[in-house]
């Protein structure tokens, strides 16, 4: 099972900087292989490998684990014991044959036992067979991880990552490209007839034996039918994102580390390279680590809330390669602070910005309230589409600029605009979608609950010399029903929320206001369909749906429904 080590290739230029060309994938098409599988040495390899990576075999099949070895249905593999087992059906450590029947949101398989019994198992794929050891078993289901694989997927590919098993970052490098492209459609689709009770266009109507499924079943039928897209997808499905906000602790060694948490724990998994950030942001992390310790700078310990350094946050702009660095410290002020801005300048050349944030609450938030400019700008410039941006440490920018760009788009022309529209734009961030939507329309009123990100977004409009744009900081579901009572009314709604979805209050003053047009932008599929759902029962009609791949290799979905008013 060993890799081969590349070569430089397309990924590595773009690493580089250089733009690899590239428009989107749709699923269904053939999905360009790339490094290694491109060399024509293994059909079944896919993604980057940097040179210099350890050709070392990773991925979701250990080491010791058995390969396509039947066995019974139900086994102990020792040290086994009821005792041990929960309220459920098997014994802890007990191995058991199982289907895989699916996938959860967080990419784990949904195997089912002969038994009937569901098991959650991570790195289990859809139509494989595997034995897998139960690690907790529950009433209802359980949990297991991987102990043989029996029947592999067609469509697992070994994960160019050596540390995608430990690391909680992935959870998809093992499933080919376009079978993620294919599950994040079905997901979409699932959630929206599921929880939205939608009727998706191909889709067979769901049959269910209760009662309350029956009425759903019944309004259903007469429901118009919406149409799920294929996910768009990238063409380089790697590398892709412009900010890393990575836990800093100690080894065992008393070593200060830094990368992602290990798989539900927080347990920093020490990172040198990721192949989904950008490579100014795994260059910067190292750095950091580096200055950290050689100026003894004590990593901070989440057990006993001490230590002083956290989190790293780093941030590129894509087009003008700009950086930021976030120190994150439990402490009030940052140790040794001049040798930290000397060193950060002296060693990141595109440094534009260096920031300390205070963070001393036991939270597992990233950021404290304090946030001081300790060097250069406030801000970091990017653009989109042409379109120029300042992003502050505390503002939400999308991760994935290539793709936010077709999100954006999509975005504007579901928004249908001829030039003389009222829009609002709620949860509007810097203002990136309000700016694109201003080129378009006559005003575009903004509202967002980050000041800091609504004083970037003002900043924007004038940067791009779009007048038209009204911005004001605050709550959207406070903020919006205040504009209605004051008379303002809008032709089209853009909503953009957080992974928890509209505010309900929001939701009831889309319905008051009535636009012509809602166009709703979500990155979580089960929140998505329960807000579809409010408005279809207020008069409105999901039309459409575009899942838009931002976030590739990992379980996240984003979509961008149009909704029109009933007539
Ligand atoms: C998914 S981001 C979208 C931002 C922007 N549309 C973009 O594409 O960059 C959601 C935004 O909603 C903001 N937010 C969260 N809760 C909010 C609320 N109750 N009212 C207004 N904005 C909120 C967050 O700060 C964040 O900027």
Redesign the pocket.
């Known amino acids: 099972m060993k890799r081969k080590q590349a070569r430089h290739t397309e990924q590595s230029a773009a690493r580089e900087g250089q733009r690899v060309k590239s428009g989107p994938v749709r699923e269904g098409q053939r999905v360009k292989q790339s490094g290694p599988a491109r060399e024509g040495q293994r059909a079944k390899q896919s993604g980057p490998v940097r040179e210099g990576q350890r050709a070392k075999q990773s991925g979701p099949v250990r080491e010791g684990q058995r390969v396509k070895q039947s066995g019974p249905a139900r086994k102990s593999s020792g040290g086994g014991s009821r005792a041990a087992a929960s309220e459920g059906i098997y014994a802890k450590n007990e191995v058991v044959t199982a289907s895989v029947v699916g996938l959860t949101h967080d990419g784990n398989g949904v195997a089912r036992t002969e038994q009937g019994y569901t098991l959650f198992v991570p790195f289990a794929l859809p139509g494989e067979v595997i034995e897998a050891k139960v690690l907790k078993s529950k009433k209802q289901y359980g949990y297991g991880k991987m102990h043989t694989l029996q029947t592999a997927s067609e469509h697992r590919v070994e994960p160019p990552c050596p540390i995608y098993e430990k690391c909680g970052g992935c959870q998809l490098q093992h499933y080919s490209y376009e079978a993620q492209l294919q599950w994040k459609r079905q997901h979409v689709i699932d959630s929206l007839t599921r929880i939205g009770k939608l009727k998706v266009k191909g889709e067979p109507a769901r049959v269910s034996g209760s009662e309350q499924e029956a009425v759903a079943g019944e309004r259903e039928s007469e429901q118009h039918e919406v149409v799920v897209h294929p996910t768009i997808g990238m063409s380089e499905p790697w590398y892709y994102r412009n900010k890393a906000a990575l836990p800093i602790g100690a080894a065992e060694d008393g070593q200060l580390i830094g990368g992602f948490y290990a798989k539900g724990s927080h347990r920093i998994i020490d990172m040198d390279v990721c192949l989904i950030q950008k490579r100014p942001n795994d260059d910067v992390l190292a750095i950091v680590k580096e200055i950290a310790r050689e100026l003894r700078i004590e990593p901070y310990d989440e057990e006993s809330a001490s230590g002083v350094l956290r989190h790293v946050m780093t941030r590129v702009g894509v087009v003008t390669g700009e950086v930021m660095v976030v120190l994150i410290t439990n402490t009030s002020r940052l140790p040794r602070q001049a040798e930290w801005i000397e060193q950060l300048r002296k060693r990141i050349p595109d440094l534009k910005s260096i920031v300390h944030n205070v963070n001393n609450k036991v939270t597992n938030a990233i950021f404290g309230e304090r946030t001081e400019v300790l060097w250069g700008s406030e801000v970091i410039y990017d653009e989109l589409d042409g379109l120029r941006f300042a992003i502050s440490a505390r ?4 991760v994935n600029p290539e793709q ?1 760009v077709t999100l954006y788009r999509k975005a504007v022309e579901y928004a249908a605009l001829t030039g003389s529209e009222q829009v609002i ?6 203002g ?2 309000s700016l694109f939507l201003a080129c378009q329309a006559a005003h575009v009123y903004g ?4 000041p800091e ?1 609504i004083e970037d977004a003002k900043r924007n409009a004038a940067l791009n010399g779009l007048d038209n744009t009204t911005f004001e900081a ?4 406070v903020v919006i029903p205040r504009w209605k009572q004051e008379g303002m009314n809008a032709d089209v709604i853009v909503v ?3 992974r928890k979805g509209c ?1 309900p209050a929001l939701l009831e003053t889309i319905l008051a206001i009535k636009p012509q047009r809602v166009v709703y ?1 979500s ?1 979580n599929p089960a929140t998505l369909a329960r807000d579809l759902r409010v408005l279809e029962d207020g008069g409105y009609r999901t039309v459409e749906v575009t899942p838009v791949d931002m976030f590739p290799q990992t379980g996240h979905v984003e979509c961008c429904v149009l909704l029109v008013k009933n007539k």
């Open positions: 503002s939400f920018y999308q936010t734009d709620a949860y509007c961030g810097i990136t979608i509202v967002e609950i980050v990100a605050g709550p959207a579901e953009d929320p957080p505010d932008v990155c």
